[in-house]
């Protein structure tokens, strides 16, 4: 009785991670860029095997009554990952919105000279001038865009142009280029659309945009959340009968704990 106590908390705290989890996904449901987060469940066993009971054998001595058994003890969360579905791309028609249609990553250089991944977004330039995220961290090789550029330009392949005045033809600024993981899903999350590297997630993997699954830069465009609110709901709903169940189990432990000290000789 004991152990189900402990083996319902484990529950209520598992589906209280789910439904923080699910929550958040909600609250992001309209967040340019998001990508929902998933938690995977696993099962914990007891550390050897449980003596069930005692019974007489066949020569009179000490047997388990149905042998040895290893018990559960309960459910743990084996991770928690990013779902990198890419989401709706919506139509902006912005020359600073650039989304990806595929697996790849633009690299950001952060203030202390580590690198971070986007998935795109709005651009800016920066007080620099180089053309950076709108938190003002500039973009992966670094380029740099003229104080007078005009009518710039990011073709599917990351190359960018600008049209400054008093030349007939634009010039080339800089390319774009993208990375993508073996497992993007490891990713560390940073906030503001950026992720970091993890030992589960990999190094970043050199591509070429227009080229395999790394995809291709389409200005004007923004990816939005990859949130399905029905399937979120769902989800939400199913959780709250999980944390419900666990809730019934320490009440029903509960319960039997307090007839056994009542117990009378």
Sequence with gaps: ???????????????????????????????????????????????????????KGPDGDG????????LGS?????????????????KTDSALDVAIQGDGFLEVTMPDGSRAYTRGGTLKVNADGMLSTQAGYPLSPGITVPDNAQNMVINPTG????????QSTP????????????SPGLLSAQGDNLYRTTESSGEPITGRAAEGSVGVLQQGFLEGSNVKMVEEMVNLMVAQR??????KVVQASDEMLGMVNNLRK
């Design 159 to 166: 190359r960018i142009a600008v049209q400054v005045p008093g």
């Design 171 to 182: 010039i080339e600024a800089g390319k774009l280029e993208l990375v993508r993981f073996a």
């Design 63 to 70: 047997a388990l009554l149905g042998g040895a058994s290893p």
């Design 242 to 247: 999980a944390y419900e169940a666990s809730v």
């Design 1 to 55: 009785m004991l152990d189900a106590l402990y083996i319902g908390a484990t529950g209520m705290q598992a589906q209280q991670l789910n439904v923080d989890t699910i929550a958040n996904n909600l609250a992001n449901v309209n967040t340019t860029g998001f990508k929902k987060a998933r938690i995977s469940f696993a099962d914990l066993m007891m550390i050897g095997t449980r003596q069930l009971a005692m019974s």
């Design 74 to 90: 309960g459910v743990g969360i084996a991770n928690l990952s990013k779902m990198f579905d890419v989401g709706d791309i919506k």
